[in-house]
């Protein structure tokens, strides 16, 4: 049974090794010049004012998370793409079921106001 995932390590393992590999290579052969202006904190350009510390609102969470809870039920329709034709009608009607519990969770966070920037 183990025998089934030696490739699998074989490959991890290969993976691994190329990736600490490629980090040393870069640090010995790659430029090392380090100056002030390298050195410094760099957001868009423009330099920072305010401490990284801040808050943020609720909301940004909030829509983080709606995101998230959308995109990863979106992941739960590519096995129902790829095996569409062998699910046959049972297939496309649990499926439209799940869409439409997806379109009443939806309109419910959009009439809740949860997408709207203040």
């Known amino acids: 049974m183990i025998e089934t995932y030696i490739p699998i390590f074989l490959m991890i393992g290969c993976a691994i090794a190329f990736g600490i590999f490629m980090g040393k290579a870069n ?3 790659g430029p090392s010049r380090p100056s002030d202006e390298k050195q410094s904190t760099y957001e868009s350009g423009m330099e920072p004012v305010r401490t990284a510390r801040e808050r943020f609102s609720v909301k940004y969470y909030l829509v983080a998370m709606l995101f998230i809870v959308f995109d ?3 992941v739960f329709m590519y096995p129902w793409a790829v095996t569409y ?3 046959g ?3 496309f009607i ?3 079921v799940f869409i439409a519990i997806l379109l009443i969770g939806y ?4 009439r809740k106001g949860a997408l709207e920037w203040d």
Do not use: A, P, S
Not at 107 to 110: A, D, L, P, R
């Open 107 to 110: 309109i419910y966070i959009w």
């Open 72 to 74: 990863i039920e979106i």
């Open 89 to 91: 009608v049972q297939g």
């Open 94 to 96: 649990v499926m439209f």
């Open 85 to 87: 034709t062998q699910l």
């Open 27 to 29: 640090e010995m052969f």
